[in-house]
């Protein structure tokens, strides 16, 4: 952080659910704060005519344009803002675009908090490094800390086969689907598939919400987040 401020985020997302997701994810992670969000490219716009923003988490497939002519019409406009761009694309191209445009992280769905918060904390790092460089180190010392590691390791017992199969079962799932169900369709414990849709609505893939039947408690229905 610069000045002991903290580095304000504008969360550009056409996904309510993913909205308020990377809202909260933002908020989680010290030094950052959410200072609003917006559905389309015009309502960014709107917001950066009203409020300060440090860093742009911006998807890049926006209702209205696409996220890096979006970037782009801002840089043209005198914002400075970097990018952390948000997309399910794997275009190499795109990314190449990008980083004229200021994007200095990519995020690629469906991630988990602990993948944002390690793009977060490194880009925070980059911003304490900028300076006059005293050599050629220190500057590969400041653009070191943009890159990113091997993927964030998932909680303890969970496995990323099974969690890809559960993935699939659930987001071809339209209604939804009961911890039961999941592992039914998976072959595994209710128990095991009640631990992996936790972990899809901690990194904010999936909601839960109470399924109530004729008789006997309400079971948690889970659903895949639209656009993840």
């Given at each position: 952080m610069t000045g002991g401020q903290p580095i304000r985020v504008l969360v550009v997302e056409d996904d309510p659910v993913a909205a308020d997701a990377h809202v909260m994810y933002v908020g989680r992670v010290p030094g950052f704060v959410a200072v609003g969000k917006a559905a389309t490219g015009a309502e960014a716009r709107r917001a950066l005519e009203?409020?300060?923003?440090?860093?742009?988490l911006l998807d890049l497939h926006l209702p209205d344009v696409h996220g890096l002519q979006l970037a782009r019409s801002l840089r043209a406009a005198g914002h400075h803002a970097d990018v952390v761009a948000v997309t399910s694309a794997r275009d190499l191209?795109?990314?190449?675009?990008?980083?004229?445009?200021?994007?200095?992280?990519?995020?690629?769905?469906?991630?988990?908090?602990?993948?944002?918060?390690?793009?977060?904390?490194?880009?925070?790092?980059?911003?304490?490094?900028?300076?006059?460089?005293?050599?050629?180190?220190?500057v590969d010392r400041a653009l070191a800390s943009l890159r990113t590691p091997g993927p964030?390791?998932?909680?303890?017992?969970?496995s990323a086969p099974t969690l890809e199969r559960v993935t699939v079962a659930l987001r071809d799932a339209d209604d939804g689907l009961t911890a039961s169900g999941v592992a039914e369709a998976v072959?595994?414990?209710?128990?095991?598939?009640?631990?992996?849709?936790?972990?899809?609505?901690?990194a904010g893939r999936a909601v839960r919400r109470p399924q109530y039947g004729a008789v006997g408690r309400p079971e948690l229905q889970y659903r895949w987040v639209t656009g993840q």
């Open positions: 009203r409020t300060p923003v440090d860093l742009l191209a795109v990314v190449r675009e990008g980083v004229s445009l200021g994007v200095v992280q990519y995020v690629l769905k469906p991630f988990t908090f602990a993948t944002l918060r390690d793009r977060l904390v490194r880009y925070a790092e980059f911003r304490t490094a900028v300076g006059e460089a005293s050599g050629q180190a220190e964030v390791a998932l909680p303890k017992g969970l072959g595994i414990s209710r128990i095991t598939a009640r631990r992996y849709l936790e972990h899809l609505v901690d």
